[in-house]
């Protein structure tokens, strides 16, 4: 069956410019996860959804960072006036309850001039 | 909270020989599950293997096997037999097993390449 998938592959923005991230999590996964990737932190956990319940957000690292799921399903990242430290690889990942593997989508490149 | 150290930045095998990628953690939980994932360069974080902290027995798929010492919080990754295609970045995570959050935490990773 189809994977997680996101959207864009790639995004090259300029600096304080918003820019939206997509997630289609695999058809009747509950648990979606939004992890960064950087050169300088590693893999970091950022935002986590379960069902209906209020996600976590614990990982979010400034208020300029928000994320939303709409129907328990597709999730948008939403950065608001990116700076440089911004450019990171987005991973998304989902599972079907949340005792299961994640599995992980291709990942957004997002470069930040 | 949770640590994962890989202290292997990168590593180089030849083809057909075994390699072993090491991993320790720190946790006081006592449930808990371990992964590792390969990262190619295609971005995509593909599960290699899991183990349950509970289970004594190491887990084993195909060409890779874990040496999982709990009470060391050692979990090492074995290749054998490695194939071109291993060639990949290789991250060990941890995930608790109870609570509300299963978030991952990795380690920062080996580069793995595998010489013809």
């Known amino acids: 069956g189809a994977g997680v998938s996101q959207s864009p592959s790639n995004k090259v923005t300029e600096k304080g410019k918003d820019v939206e991230l997509r997630c289609d999590p695999i058809?009747?996964?509950?648990?979606l996860y939004w992890y960064r990737q950087s050169l300088g932190q590693g893999l970091e956990f950022l935002i986590y959804?379960?069902?209906?319940?209020?996600?976590?957000k614990s990982g979010l690292p400034s208020d300029r960072f928000s994320a939303e799921r709409t129907g328990g399903s597709v999730s948008t990242l939403t950065i608001q006036r990116t700076q440089q430290e911004d450019s990171a690889v987005y991973l998304c990942?989902?599972?079907?309850?949340?005792?299961?593997?994640?599995?992980f989508g291709p990942g957004t490149r997002l470069l930040v001039l | 909270a949770q640590t994962v150290t890989q202290s292997q930045p990168e590593m180089s095998v030849q083809e057909a020989e075994t390699v072993t990628l090491s991993c320790t953690y720190d946790?006081?939980?006592?449930?808990?599950?371990l992964f590792w994932y390969k990262q190619p360069p295609s971005r995509q974080m593909i599960l290699v293997i899991r183990?349950?902290?509970?289970?004594?027995q190491n887990a084993t798929e195909n060409r890779f096997s874990v040496n999982f010492q709990k009470a060391a919080k050692s979990f090492s990754l074995k290749i054998s037999d490695s194939q071109l295609g291993d060639t990949a970045m290789y991250f060990c995570?941890?995930?608790?097993?109870?609570?509300?959050?299963?978030?991952?935490?990795f380690g920062k990773g080996t580069l793995l390449t595998v010489n013809p």
């Open positions: 990942a989902s599972t079907p309850s949340v005792q299961e593997t994640q599995y």
């Open positions: 058809s009747g996964h509950t648990a």
């Open positions: 959804f379960q069902g209906n319940s209020a996600p976590d």
């Open positions: 946790t006081s939980e006592n449930n808990y599950y």
């Open positions: 183990q349950e902290a509970y289970k004594q």
């Open positions: 995570a941890f995930r608790r097993g109870g609570g509300s959050n299963y978030k991952l935490t």
